[in-house]
Each structure stands twice: as C-alpha cells, then as structure tokens.
C-alpha cells in the first residue's frame, strides 16, 4: 500500500524544486501541462472511476474560465472570490447538465452531454454575453495577499499546489466509501441498484464534483493566459480531455497526468517543421492516425504498456 | 409577421428539417443496426458538399447527374470504409468507437484541407432552378429550396419503401432486432452491415450536395451537423427513422423561427427542446421502429 | 385461514407489454420460515414476476406490501434498504474486487454518512462486520481475499446469495440460484437455503424440479403468466393441471 505514495510524492516534490534549474520557457511549458493535468484529473472521476463517458467536458472548463474573466472585470480581484465563483459556476451548469443527461445511459448519454457543452459553447460565441467569438481578455490577475498571479513564480507555485491538492483529493475520494461506490456503479450499476444503492444520485454527485474540479482548471487556464476564447468550450476541447484519458490509460490518476503530458507533447511534436516538414501544418491527421493505432493496439494507453513490458520481462 | 414571411420561414423549416433527415436517418440506421456510434458522420455531409464544389466543373448544367455520380461515389466510399475501419469497431467499447470515430473526423478535416484547401466556396443551383415564385409583394421563394425538399422527401419515401417493403428491408430490420439469430437464418450479416454503412454514408453525403448552393461549402460544416443530428437522434429515439423525421422536422422549426425571435440566442433552441424531451421522455419519442 | 401475517404479499399482479399479458393477476405471499419456490415453463413470466417484486419493473396493476406497508411506487434501492434483497439468473458480482469487498460494498448502501470522504472504505467496521457475517452465513469465508472472479462457478452462486445477505434482508428474492451447479454444489446451495428460510421469507424461482421438491414449503406454478396452482409440495405433485401443464395431455 506504501509503495503507491512513492511515486505521486517524489513527482510531486521534483515539480515544486524544478524552477530552481528550468528556463522559463520550460517552467511555463510546466504550467501549461499541470493545468490540463487538473482537467484531465476532472474527467477520469467521472470516466475511469464512474464509468461516464462525457464528451462534453470542455464545458466546464471554459465556463470557469470566462467566469474568471468575467468577475474580473476591469480592477481584477480576490482569489477567494473569484476562484470559488469560477468553480461554483461550473457546477452549477454541471448539476443542470448532469440532472437531465443521466437520466439517459450509454450512447445517448455521450450524445446529450456533447449537445449541452455546443449548448455553452454557442452561449459565449454568438451572445453578448462575452466578447463572441474573438473572446475576452484577463485585464487584471487575481491576487491573495502576497500571492499575485500575474508573477510567472507565483502561478508556477499556484499551479502546482493546485495539481497536488486535486491529485491527493481524488485520491483520498477514490478510497472512501463514496468512491468505492462509483467503482462499483461502474462495474455493475444494476447490482448497486439491488444493493440499495441511490445510484442516480451518486453519479450526479461524481458528474457535479467533476465538473467543479473542471472548473478550477478553467479558473487556472484563463490567469495563465490572460484571455479566454469559446473555443475552450468546443467539441474538439471535449475530446482532447478523453484523449488525454485514454492515452495514459483509463482507471488511474497516475494515467490522467501521464496522458496530459503525453498528449500535450505528442501536439508539439507533431508541429515540428524539423521533424515532419509539410506534415508539421497539417498535424491534426498525424494525431488522428496516431489516435487510431493507440486505441487499437494500447486500449489501455501508456500505463497499460508499461504492465505488458512488465509482463513480457517475467514471461 | 405578415403571412408570406411567416410562409417562407414554414418552408424553411421544413426544409431544413428534411435535409438534417437525410444526415439522420443514415446516423440512425448505423447505430440502431450495427451499435456504432459514429462522429464521423458529419464529415460524410462535409465530403458531399465539397464533392458538389469539385464536380460542378465537369458536369456544367447536368446537375441531377451530378447528385448521382457524388451519391454513387459516396456509397463506394462508404462501402470500402467500413471495410477497412468500421467493421472492426463493432466489437469495441463505446469509448474506443467514440475516440476512434473522433480521430476519423481529423484524418477527414485534414485530408479536405490537403486536396481542397481551408477556403468558403459558393456552389451555384442548376439555371433551371434559379430564381424563385412570388408570395406576396416582396416576398419570393427560391426554386432551389423547393427542390431541396422535394429532393428529400423523394429520398424519404424511398427509404421509407426499402426498410418495409424490400427484402433488404426486412433483413435489415431482422438483423436489427437479433442479429444472431438472422446470421443462423443465413444472412450474410458483413455484408449486409457494409450495405447499410454505405447506404448511411450516401444519405449524408447526397445531403451535403443538396446543402451545397444553400449553405457554402465550408470546412466547419461537418461539425456542426454533426451535433444538430445528434440533437435528432436523442429526441427521436435511436433507431427510429421515423423518430428521427419527426425530431428533425421539430428541430427544423425550432431552430428557423427561433433565428427570427430570438436572434442571438437561437443557436441554444434545439438544446433547450433537447432538455425539454429530456425531462419528459428520455428515451425519445419513438422507442426503436423495429 | 388462521396464517401468520405475510411479510411480503402480492396481490393481483399484472404486467402488461403492449398487447402481450406477461403476468396475470399473480398473488403470493412470502412468510419468514418458508421457502416459495415458483415454478412453471419457459416465458410463464416467472423473471417478470420476480423484477416487480425487486421493484425493477413497474406494475400494470396489482399491490405489493412489505410488512402490510404498500411498496408498489418504491424503487428497488428504497426496497432494498427496507429488507427486500434479490439474488440474479446471471450472475452478477463483480469480478475484479476480493469476495469480501463484494459484500462489503453491498453492505454499505445501508450505513449513513455516504459523504464522509476522509474515511477509508477499507476501514468501515460497520461494512466490514456485516459482510463477514454475510461471508460465514454462505461458507465464503476462507475465500474473503480471492478476487472474485476467480472462484468456481458455485462459488459465484453462493457470493452472489452472500452479497444479498450482506444487506441483512427479511425478504430473499432468489432468481435460479442452482443454475449451472453440478450435484454437490447443488446439496451446499440448498443447505444454505435450508439454514435461511429460518430467518428469512424467501422466494425461489427454480427450474431444477428435484431441488424445488426438496426445499420447497409452497410451490406456486405459472404458465403463461397464470398461476394454475398453489400448494403443498405433495399436493402439487399430483396435481392434475399441473402435470398437463408440464408433460402434456394423455397423463
């Protein structure tokens, strides 16, 4: 049981030392990656835990992003306003969306939770709600006390305690009975059902929760960038995420940041003029074949790979 | 809002509506039959548009052959593409099919762009079918709009004539309800799968060329028919074409009149009829046809 | 009659698809002590019957009560939580957890405090006492740290009987609990029921007729949605329909 905290705790200490040796470029590239390791961290509660395949969780993200900016206003603000804000917003639409999608199962439900985040995605782009589709900018950054995030070090620190906390969080939901019941809602929902579980209830709980935690993403994306855009909320966003997911592996923690990372490397990679010349414009195929081998030899992503090495070693 | 405009957005409507059938119906046939869920679908619609923009040179003023040689080619597309990638999604989980189907759309988005280019065209109606009749003093409606539903509603009734009326209809319909027990009777079940797979490509895309003159031809259209038709197919009940023609022609009239209410805020119509249905009936309005 | 009060009582159950009648004004009563076994053909509606019972599928008609209490509009959880457990024709544990954390989570529904998440689930003494009982009551005790789905196909029965129990019902809904066991697993399978039927109000749908005879107190036969008898094991024997029923006209 102690040789599972090993590795989540040396990571976790590497990344809070790593600004002592990395350029900012890097240290940067960092943020850039724990941020959508808290989105990706979102999804798996809701994917690898509960076995809800939501395809439309950028809804979230970038509810709570333009929320952030929203709140913000012209003078910018407290953290402890705004981030709660960001966060509640996002979980309100999560209970909207959630109390209606999970009244449906399997394919549908994928299909209405999609239909719901265009919903969003179309309230930002064409109201005047915020800014249409050139987006909006952050003016000014959020600040607690000394904490100021427009400081490069600060939001590293941010970002990072906030990846850690979200990591040790979920870890710490996924051993409690709440989250031993999400496992077992999804390995047999109806033997819950006879065992008197209320299992609507609990997968609305996990799809709010999820949705939340998604929104302190969002609240993070937008401080690191300045400005928020609606493509955040787009369908392309929604299966980036389950990208994420699946090429780190389904039904860990440990796998939603590895996908986080690889996926967000993989995207560069696969820009690099130097490596794949005219290709490099048109990355987006490149991805697309690189999904289709993954899904159909790796179903269980990276993590899965390393147990087959493993298994293949002592075989 | 005076008759004729109140006329005109009707035929809108339905206009729209039955071209989202078109892209539905084949959506709901290939889930409702072989299981799959399939994001592709809407590039299908995308490839037939910009199979319009391509052909119009060779074709000049033939234009109904032009939609016969872009269905026919969409058809072999579709064929060779289950072939090759479909048939081995059948199996898998819905997450696999929805990751895979989704890179699909990127492969597809990409591809366009390599051979086509990322740029708006415009597709000209046949000169026969330009112009239009007059409702009223200012009013007129395009010929072209009535031959789009015309078009579609031919194409429905067709349909509507193979599933129940035709041997392959009623294989279809057996392979539908149990498919093991239709293989035992002797059925050729892949090949039937890849006649459906190809029939549903075919609709799309002869619904992406009808769109072409009306709509543009641009690269996002893909997408966001995608969506709408999944708006359909959870309103109408997954499998049920005529599920799926009632919700589109209710999405045509929510979507139409909701751009002339409530302008900026219309493009949420449908989601909103979606919650509605949701609440009161969530497994659509039709359970499955068969 | 002078009966002791049911615990479960059915009365006039219907259940309609359509134009199709799957259960037709069925009535039967569950008593603590007593084993119900039903009985009948293949489509006599015995699954249907067994989902409105459980509270998986609604009622066309009829009244259900727990203890004279009316549970017809609950939901299989709420009736689950009030003592009504079921038992599946497939079986339907899960097999990637240890046997006792199958039982555990089926213990767990009951206990308050679902939202205390700083607790450990490994750590709930409530759970975990309940399911231990549940474990012994089914003779799984040794298997408490397997994965479960590494144990034999009887095992699997038994676990599945267990995870029921973990939930300390009053009421047993057992749906073809001997299906696929050979002739041993079938004599430990039916001891268990034996030492249950004390405790409990049990209903046993059954197609292993030698089983039925052996356990039964009451045996109730269905076709086509119809009770056509409802008797004593001997007098069902008999049974003038029901041998009809079964082995056709002309005995």
């Not at chain 1, 209606?100 to 299909?111: A, D, E, N």
Request: glycine content about 10%; hydrophobic content about 55%; overall charge neutral.
């Amino acid at each position: 049981m102690a040789r599972t905290w090993i590795v989540p705790v040396v990571a976790a200490l590497v990344l809070l030392m790593l600004p002592l040796g990395l350029s900012p470029y890097l240290q940067e590239t960092v943020v850039k990656i724990a941020v959508y390791a808290i989105f990706a961290l979102s999804l798996e509660l809701l994917v690898g835990v509960t076995g809800l395949v939501s395809l439309g969780h950028a809804a979230f993200l970038g509810i709570g992003a333009y929320v952030t900016v929203l709140a913000s206003g012209d003078a910018g603000g407290p953290i402890a306003k705004i981030a709660p804000l960001a966060v509640l917003a996002a979980a309100a639409y999560a209970l909207f969306v959630g109390a209606l999608s999970l009244r449906t199962k399997g394919v549908y439900f994928i299909m209405v939770t999609l239909a719901f985040a265009q919903m969003a995605y179309f309230v930002f782009h064409d109201t005047r709600i915020a800014g249409g589709s050139d987006g909006l900018f952050l003016y000014a950054k959020p600040t607690l006390g000394a904490l100021n995030l427009d400081d490069k070090q600060h939001l590293y620190y941010a970002v990072i305690g906030t990846l850690i906390a979200t990591y040790a969080l979920l870890a710490l939901l996924m051993r409690s009975r709440f989250g031993h019941a999400l496992a077992g809602i999804r390995v047999n929902e109806q033997r819950m059902r006879a065992a008197g579980f209320n299992t609507y209830g609990y997968k609305l709980a996990a799809f709010v929760f999820s949705g939340a935690l998604a929104g302190l993403a969002g609240f993070l994306l937008a401080v690191k960038d300045g400005a928020v855009n609606p493509e955040l909320l787009s369908w392309h966003e929604s299966g980036a995420v389950l990208l994420m997911l699946i090429l780190g592996g389904i039904g860990s923690l440990r796998g939603a940041v590895i996908g986080a990372i690889a996926f967000t490397l993989l995207k560069e990679l696969f820009q690099l003029e130097s490596l794949l010349g005219p290709l490099a414009s048109h990355w987006q195929m490149t991805l697309g074949f690189t999904i289709i081998a993954f899904v159909a030899l790796l179903p269980k992503g990276l993590i899965g790979l390393r147990a087959r090495l493993a298994g293949v070693k002592h075989g | 809002m005076d008759l004729p405009t109140f006329l005109v957005q009707c035929l809108n409507a339905v206009q729209y509506g039955l071209l989202l059938f078109l892209v539905a119906s084949g959506l709901t046939l290939i889930f409702g039959i072989m299981g799959v869920i399939n994001l592709a679908h809407g590039s299908f619609y995308m490839i037939g548009a910009y199979m319009a923009f391509v052909l119009a040179p060779y074709f000049g003023d033939w234009f109904v052959t032009r939609l016969i040689v872009g269905v026919l080619l969409a058809a072999l597309f579709g064929f060779v593409l289950e072939w090759v990638f479909f048939s081995f999604l059948y199996q898998r989980e819905h997450l696999q099919q929805v990751l895979m189907t989704y890179a699909l759309i990127l492969v597809f988005e990409e591809a366009r762009s390599l051979l086509v280019g990322n740029d708006v065209h415009g597709v000209q109606p046949p000169p026969w079918l330009t112009g239009g009749f007059q409702l009223g003093e200012l009013m007129s409606y395009p010929w072209y709009r009535v031959f789009a539903s015309v078009a579609c509603i031919v194409v429905a009734l067709a349909l509507y004539f193979v599933v129940n009326r035709t041997r392959l209809g009623m294989m279809i319909r057996a392979g539908a309800s149990n498919r093991d027990m239709a293989r035992g009777l002797g059925l050729d079940i892949k090949l039937l799968y890849r006649v459906v797979f190809a029939g549903g490509v075919a609709l799309a895309a002869l619904a992406g060329m009808i769109a072409a003159p009306l709509s543009s031809v641009y690269p996002g259209m893909g997408g966001s028919v995608l969506i709408i038709c999944f708006v359909v197919v959870v309103i109408g009940g997954i499998g049920s074409i005529t599920g799926a023609l009632i919700a589109s022609l209710l999405v045509g009239f929510v979507d139409t009149f909701g751009k002339v209410f409530f302008a900026e805020y219309s493009g949420i119509g449908v989601y909103l009829l979606m919650a509605i249905i949701l609440v009161w009936r969530p497994e659509g309005l039709m359970k499955r046809a068969y | 009659m002078a009966e002791p009060n049911a615990l479960l009582r059915a009365s006039g159950l219907t259940r309609r698809f359509g134009g199709l009648t799957a259960v037709n004004e069925v009535s039967l009563d569950l008593h603590v002590g007593e084993v119900h076994a039903v009985i009948g053909t293949n489509g006599a509606g015995k699954s249907t019957l067994i989902n409105m019972l459980s509270g998986e599928m609604p009622a066309s008609s009829g009244r259900i009560e727990l203890d004279g209490h009316d549970i017809g509009t609950w939901s299989q959880p709420k009736r689950a939580r009030a003592g009504v457990g079921r038992s599946y024709q497939r079986t339907t544990i899960f097999p990637s957890f240890s046997v006792l954390e199958n039982c555990r989570l089926s213990a767990q529904a009951a206990l308050p405090r679902a939202w205390a998440v700083w607790e450990s689930a490994q750590r709930c003494a409530q759970s975990l006492a309940f399911a231990r009982a549940a474990l012994d009551s089914a003779g799984l005790t040794d298997d408490a740290a397997r994965p479960a789905g590494l144990l034999s196909h009887g095992g699997q029965r038994q676990l599945e009987i267990a995870m029921c129990l973990a939930l300390r019902p009053r009421v047993l809904l057992l749906d073809e609990p001997l299906a696929g066991m050979g002739a041993e697993e079938t004599g430990r399978m039916l001891a268990l029921l034996a030492e249950l039927k004390r405790s409990h109000a049990v209903l046993l749908v059954e197609h292993d007729m030698d089983a039925v005879f052996r356990i039964a107190d009451r045996i109730t036969v269905m076709v086509n949605g119809t009770v056509i008898a409802s008797d004593l094991p001997e007098r069902i024997r008999t049974n003038h329909d029901v041998q009809v029923a079964y082995l056709g006209e002309g005995h």
